[in-house]
């Protein structure tokens, strides 16, 4: 049974930083592109950022470009997301996403097989 359990979300005023974190199980986490999405209040799920298996390439949405950093450790099984110098506007769940595709950098929600539950950032300002 494959499960993607997401952590580190919070409230923090604008201009701070979080980490995210996604533990998975049930899965061989090396062989999975995997990907961080966001979904505010009436809104689409929308792309974050994506890595390579082998962490080797990573590709980001513009609105979070020089801000948020993704990054795996294949030994831990474990997705992370770096946020620094938070918006008011990043304020959404934020979810984890695992796709089996062999290929390069997957962006779009139907590209993922496998999703966690999401964990809430809030940004004050």
């Known amino acids: 049974q494959v499960q993607l359990v997401e952590s580190g979300g919070g409230l923090v005023q604008a201009g701070g930083s979080l980490r995210l974190s996604c533990a998975t199980s049930?899965?061989?986490?090396?062989?999975?592109?995997m990907g961080w999405f966001r979904q505010a209040p009436g809104k689409e799920r929308e792309f974050v950022a994506a890595?390579?298996?082998?962490?080797?390439?990573?590709r980001y949405a513009e609105f979070v470009k020089g801000r948020f950093t993704i990054s795996r450790d294949n030994a831990k099984n474990t997705l992370y997301l770096q946020m620094n110098s938070l918006k008011p506007e990043d304020t959404a769940a934020y979810y984890c996403?695992?796709?089996?595709?062999?290929?390069?950098?997957?962006?779009?929600?139907?590209?993922?097989?496998?999703w966690g539950q999401g964990t809430q950032v809030t940004v004050s300002s």
């Open positions: 049930g899965l061989t986490f090396s062989n999975y592109r």
């Open positions: 996403a695992a796709d089996r595709s062999l290929g390069a950098i997957a962006t779009r929600v139907r590209d993922y097989d496998y």
């Open positions: 890595i390579r298996r082998n962490g080797g390439d990573t």
